[in-house]
């Protein structure tokens, strides 16, 4: 009966895994993807039921096993981003390009607006140029490539159990068209939890964990966590903070490469598909005798 | 010499039944996206001798109901329990506002047999 949790209820639930019946506060739409998912474990069902003949473990569907994502686990999650946009696809100097996170670029000043109308070129990698013997070089101020989006993720892991061991761990991101033109990079970095958000904070500590191209027409990029050394193969850290950033290419012109960063800053969605496996509820595959 | 006691009427005889539960009637169709319910089915009957044979009984069950019949206060009826069971899978939202798809094994009986 709806009302107080009868102890059934309780039992049921927490054969379910859960603790008490959710309250979500304002339901999402389901994601295509793991809707697609529950379809076909139905229909994987429903063949299996038709044919109550015995399988050989080949024919079996794997207990717990996602077979669409290639990976062991019987629970799948999509978590929401919970981060907020910082520049809406404002210009703004660059940070980083040329150096890696321990370089001065990574850990500099607060940014400044670059003038768009300069040409973007990228500094050499080696900062420290060869003085000519008895010549004096002048120094010119680098110019960064401009930053286009500058996006906080977080994402609240706490769902998970302990004893869940994550299997893939995939951030996914969707924008507008990708990017506009060749030489645009989209780099990820790890950031503090929440709690040392702040402006110096939030530089100081973070850590670059990869930089890739944005190809133009790449609506959708798939990063693979795990693959990153982000998060290990035991239990998941309970929020997980993460700093995305879109920097522009070069060969546009500054007002068309704003308008890119806008829409590219307004369309940026991002969402982690976290799989699990529970050993206590997945239980090896029992062979026939 | 004992007399074999009069076969139970076949409504009484190890056997799946079926239980349907809508999660609307739980009240929990709000957070659970798919499905709407799922089969509680159970097993419920007896395993009398020499029915056992045809439940779906392995050996012991056949014994042990053999023996019931001839010393009933000394040996119990075999157990009519689940032999086969189907996993189901449930996509809902959590408390954390994430959409999940778990994997339920061994959920819903197909079959019941006597042990």
């Given at each position: 009966?709806?009302?107080?949790?009868?102890?059934?209820?309780?039992?049921?639930?927490?054969?379910?895994?859960?603790?008490?019946?959710?309250?979500?506060?304002?339901?999402r739409?389901?994601?295509?993807?793991l809707?697609?998912?529950?379809?076909?474990?139905?229909?994987?069902?429903?063949?299996?039921?038709?044919?109550?003949?015995?399988?050989?473990?080949e024919?079996?569907?794997?207990?717990?096993?996602?077979?669409?994502?290639?990976?062991?686990?019987?629970?799948?999650?999509?978590?929401?981003?919970?981060?907020?946009?910082?520049?809406?696809?404002?210009?703004?100097?660059?940070?980083?390009?040329?150096?890696?996170?321990?370089?001065?670029?990574?850990?500099?000043?607060?940014?400044?607006?670059?003038?768009p109308?300069?040409?973007?070129t990228?500094?050499?990698?080696a900062?420290?140029?060869?003085?000519?013997p008895g010549?004096?070089?002048?120094?010119?101020?680098?110019?960064?490539?401009?930053?286009?989006?500058?996006?906080?993720?977080?994402?609240n892991?706490?769902?998970?159990a302990?004893?869940?061991?994550?299997?893939?761990?995939?951030?996914?991101?969707?924008?507008?068209?990708?990017a506009?033109?060749?030489?645009?990079?989209?780099?990820?970095s790890?950031?503090p939890?929440?709690?040392?958000?702040?402006?110096?904070?939030?530089?100081?500590?973070?850590?670059?964990?990869?930089?890739?191209?944005l190809?133009?027409?790449?609506?959708?990029?798939?990063?693979?966590?795990?693959?990153?050394?982000?998060?290990?193969?035991?239990?998941?850290?309970?929020?997980?903070s993460?700093v995305?950033?879109?920097?522009?290419?070069?060969?546009?012109?500054?007002?068309?490469?704003?308008?890119?960063?806008?829409?590219?800053g307004?369309?940026?969605?991002?969402?982690?598909?976290?799989?699990?496996?529970?050993?206590?509820?997945?239980?090896?595959?029992?062979?026939?005798? | 010499?004992t007399?074999?006691p009069?076969?139970?009427?076949?409504?009484?005889?190890?056997?799946?039944?079926?239980?349907?539960?809508?999660?609307?009637?739980?009240?929990w169709?709000?957070?659970?996206?798919?499905?709407?319910?799922?089969?509680?089915?159970?097993?419920?009957?007896?395993?009398?001798?020499?029915?056992?044979?045809?439940?779906?009984s392995?050996?012991?069950?056949?014994?042990?109901?053999?023996m019931?019949?001839?010393?009933?206060?000394?040996?119990?009826?075999?157990?009519?329990?689940?032999?086969?069971?189907?996993?189901?899978?449930?996509?809902?939202?959590?408390?954390?506002?994430?959409?999940?798809?778990?994997?339920?094994?061994?959920?819903?009986?197909?079959?019941?047999?006597?042990?």
């Open positions: 009966q709806p009302g107080p949790l009868s102890p059934q209820a309780v039992a049921l639930l927490r054969a379910l895994g859960l603790s008490e019946p959710p309250a979500p506060r304002q339901p739409p389901v994601p295509p993807l809707w697609r998912l529950f379809r076909k474990s139905q229909e994987k069902l429903a063949a299996a039921k038709e044919t109550q003949e015995p399988q050989g473990p024919q079996q569907a794997q207990p717990c096993r996602v077979e669409e994502l290639g990976v062991p686990g019987n629970i799948v999650r999509l978590v929401p981003d919970r981060g907020k946009l910082r520049n809406q696809g404002k210009l703004l100097s660059g940070s980083r390009a040329g150096g890696g996170a321990d370089s001065p670029q990574a850990r500099g000043p607060p940014r400044h607006r670059l003038n109308s300069r040409p973007v990228r500094p050499p990698r900062p420290c140029l060869p003085f000519p010549g004096s070089v002048q120094f010119e101020e680098p110019a960064l490539a401009p930053l286009c989006v500058e996006k906080p993720l977080f994402f892991l706490s769902a998970l302990p004893q869940e061991q994550p299997t893939l761990v995939r951030l996914e991101l969707a924008c507008a068209r990708g506009p033109g060749p030489g645009w990079e989209l780099s990820l790890l950031a939890g929440p709690q040392l958000w702040g402006w110096q904070a939030h530089w100081h500590h973070r850590q670059l964990l990869l930089t890739q191209p190809l133009p027409g790449q609506d959708t990029i798939h990063l693979d966590l795990l693959d990153l050394g982000l998060v290990g193969p035991s239990a998941l850290p309970r929020n997980l993460l995305l950033e879109i920097l522009a290419g070069g060969g546009g012109d500054g007002n068309g490469t704003e308008a890119a960063c806008t829409s590219l307004r369309s940026l969605e991002a969402s982690l598909l976290v799989v699990t496996l529970h050993p206590q509820q997945c239980r090896p595959l029992a062979r026939r005798r | 010499r007399v074999a009069a076969a139970p009427a076949p409504d009484r005889i190890c056997r799946p039944h079926q239980l349907y539960v809508s999660f609307r009637d739980v009240g169709h709000d957070w659970i996206i798919a499905p709407r319910g799922f089969m509680a089915n159970y097993c419920r009957g007896s395993c009398p001798f020499p029915l056992a044979t045809q439940l779906n392995v050996n012991h069950a056949i014994l042990q109901s053999l019931h019949s001839v010393a009933p206060a000394q040996t119990p009826l075999p157990c009519c329990i689940p032999v086969r069971l189907s996993p189901i899978s449930v996509l809902f939202y959590d408390n954390g506002d994430n959409v999940v798809l778990r994997h339920y094994e061994d959920m819903v009986v197909d079959e019941c047999g006597c042990r």
